[in-house]
């Protein structure tokens, strides 16, 4: 593979404001989904007992809804701050499959918009750009960065924004109001229409029934250890290209 | 109550793993390719990861026992069957807040 950046790419690399305001656009539609997470997590970090100043940092420097819900689950439940950080980095590991696939979109880049755009690469931000460089393969680098860009900006900017409303609305909510199971319902949420195919399904399934068994296990370890067995497990059933050989 | 450093600790190694691991492809290792079976097994990570942190909650009695808690069991079920029928994650929520609000409310 050619790595050397070549001249007029370098030149094409300045994002570009059309770039930008297209992304912007695109952005719209799923800020209806990225502010009611943000506003989810606000409350749920300030009735677990963060301040808002936490909660405001937790949103702004991790900017990934499942993995800050997963650590603030931890955190309540008395998990060493190891175990909750483990948890959450590995909630974050489908992000590794993000930077992957689109850093192929993005050759000649220059190392700083890179070491930017790492901040910014959230689930809305890939997909939307992962389609838009597939609908539109002729666009100048420019233009794909000003996208990627235009979207992981305002999504979030409006993440951190909602977490603000709710840790305010939060602080004003009583202890008691069985706000816990919120969190569970979230994670629902957010796998039910992930759950395609054998595959996913037995991974869900061992993963699941692991962590129930092995719920007694101290640090929350059981979970890191039913995680892995369900990938594992997906991973064992072949897909459906082996399957007709 | 949760220690303040503890709180902070957490903020702020998993705001580092997390760039990590975002920055990995982009950056540090720009230019190589992920190999075929790992983005498989990243696949599978959300899809194993989320279930077994949401199964012991919903058979929790929150005091590290398991329990059949009607409100939470039905809840879980709702919010399912809700995100698998319309593929949509913000219908999931709905039904799933919702039904767990009318549970607890009809003192079930």
């Known amino acids: 593979m050619d790595q050397r950046p070549d001249q007029t790419a370098m030149q094409a690399a300045t994002v570009t404001r059309h770039g930008f305001g297209a992304g912007l656009l695109a952005a719209l539609p799923v800020l209806l989904a990225v502010a009611p997470f943000g506003l989810i997590f606000g409350i749920l970090a300030v009735e677990a007992g963060l301040e808002i100043t936490q909660t405001m940092a937790m949103s702004s420097v991790v900017i990934a809804g499942a993995s800050q819900l997963a650590a603030l689950q931890l955190l309540t439940e008395h998990a060493p701050a190891l175990i909750a950080i483990l948890t959450g980095a590995v909630v974050n590991l489908r992000m590794a499959m993000y930077s992957a696939s689109i850093a192929v979109h993005w050759q000649s880049t220059p190392m700083h918009w890179r070491m930017l755009a790492a901040i910014v690469l959230t689930d809305q931000s890939y997909a939307l750009s992962i389609q838009r460089y597939r609908r539109h393969p002729g666009e100048s680098l420019g233009d794909r960065l000003g996208f990627f860009f235009g979207v992981g900006s305002l999504t979030c900017c409006v993440w951190i924004l909602a977490t603000y409303l709710g840790a305010t609305l939060g602080n004003r909510i009583p202890p008691g109001w069985g706000l816990d199971f919120v969190v569970p319902i979230t994670f629902i949420a957010i796998v039910a229409p992930m759950l395609r195919g054998r595959a996913n399904l037995l991974a869900a399934a061992v993963a699941a029934t692991l962590a129930v068994l092995l719920s007694g296990l101290p640090y929350g370890m059981g979970l890191l250890v039913a995680a892995a067995a369900g990938i594992e497990a997906g991973f064992l059933v072949p897909t459906a290209k082996e399957h007709n050989q | ?108």
Request: proline share 6%; charged share 10%; net charge positive.
């Open chain 2, 1 to 108: 109550m949760i220690p303040d450093w503890k709180i902070w600790t957490v903020i702020a190694g998993l705001a580092v793993v997390t760039y990590l691991i975002r920055f990995s492809f982009i950056g540090l290792l720009a230019g190589r390719r992920i190999p075929a079976g790992m983005t498989r097994a990243l696949g599978f990570v959300p899809v194993a990861v989320l279930p077994a942190l949401i199964a012991p909650i919903v058979l929790s009695a929150g005091d590290g026992s398991l329990s059949a808690d009607p409100q939470r069991i039905i809840t879980a079920m709702i919010a399912l069957a809700a995100g698998a029928a319309t593929r949509n994650v913000l219908a999931a929520l709905v039904a799933g807040l919702a039904t767990f609000l009318v549970l607890g409310a009809t003192g079930l």
